[in-house]
């Protein structure tokens, strides 16, 4: 059932031994991470955000990490899924944003410049009638402003009730937190959403990134949706950049962010702490060079 609904329902499937390996192992990793966070297991890294105008880092996308005992650092694609259908990610939701948001503000109490914090929001997050009073909450408890916090939500959230979203979208806004639309350019109406929802930034799947360095329509293309959501009065920001040609393309587009490997992968906090050290010391001749991990 789970893999007929897995391959985009309305199918059949037939039973294959590797079904009830994958089966044995989504009940150990469910089980398991209901009692992960009460461990200690899970961890935030950050990945840096940098403006190209500028050359220096302007933010952080917090990612979790699952320390499990046995077997090892875990990625977000093994076990966010799992947490999100049994409901886990509300309870690890709220811990990622008072994490993010004490370690953003821990960072400009140690002497760093103000560094934005952003933060994924799951469907069901954003949906839970307690959404908004926990982000106001962290706010309040890790004393970080609003606006160094941005949320990073996805079409799938607002395709569940538009109007709903956009009263919550406006309750965050009255906060003065920066909203982002993540993956922008894979769903079916996300013009429409950016014309009457107030979203601040707009994240360019990663896919477009990669297409850069295809045929020419590719690159048309990724250009296209960057114009898109700029001539909207929008940040744009560009997520999974690794090759220079791709960067060298983002500049000639005035993209005004960028994140990828080509600058850094994710950090332990202790990690992005030492590269804001090193920018801070070396802020007048900066380039990027100087700062890859």
């Known amino acids: ?155 799938s959230v607002l395709m569940r009730d538009a109007a709903s979203c956009a009263e919550t979208l406006r309750q965050l806004k009255l906060m003065g937190v920066t909203l982002a639309l993540d993956d922008f350019g894979t769903g079916y109406s996300s013009l429409s959403y950016l014309n009457f929802l107030p979203i601040d930034v707009v994240k360019i799947d990663r896919s477009f990134v990669q297409s850069i360095n295809g045929p020419q329509e590719g690159s048309m293309l990724a250009g296209a949706v960057i114009a898109m959501g700029q001539s909207l009065g929008k940040t744009i920001v560009a997520e999974g950049v690794e090759l220079e040609s791709e960067l060298a393309y983002l500049q000639t587009m005035r993209c005004e962010a960028v994140q990828g490997f080509l600058f850094s992968h994710p950090l332990q906090a202790e990690q992005f702490s030492n590269l804001l050290k090193r920018e801070q010391a070396s802020m007048a001749a900066m380039n990027f060079s100087n700062w890859k991990v």
């Open 1 to 155: 059932m789970y893999q007929a609904k897995s391959a985009g329902r309305n199918n059949y499937q037939f039973f294959t031994p590797a079904m009830n390996t994958r089966a044995v192992e989504r009940q150990a990793i469910e089980s398991s991470l209901r009692h992960a966070l009460l461990r200690g297991e899970l961890e935030l890294y950050y990945q840096p955000k940098v403006d190209l105008r500028s050359g220096r880092i302007c933010g952080a996308e917090a990612l979790m990490r699952w320390n499990h005992p046995e077997w090892g650092l875990l990625m977000p694609d093994r076990f966010i899924p799992i947490a999100e259908e049994f409901g886990l990610i509300v309870n690890m939701g709220r811990w990622v944003l008072l994490t993010a948001c004490m370690q953003a503000q821990q960072w400009k109490s140690a002497g760093s410049a103000w560094v934005d914090v952003a933060v994924n929001v799951s469907t069901l997050e954003f949906c839970h009638p307690e959404f908004l009073a926990n982000v106001r909450e962290v706010l309040a408890q890790s004393g970080l402003p609003a606006r160094h916090l941005q949320l990073e939500i996805t079409e």
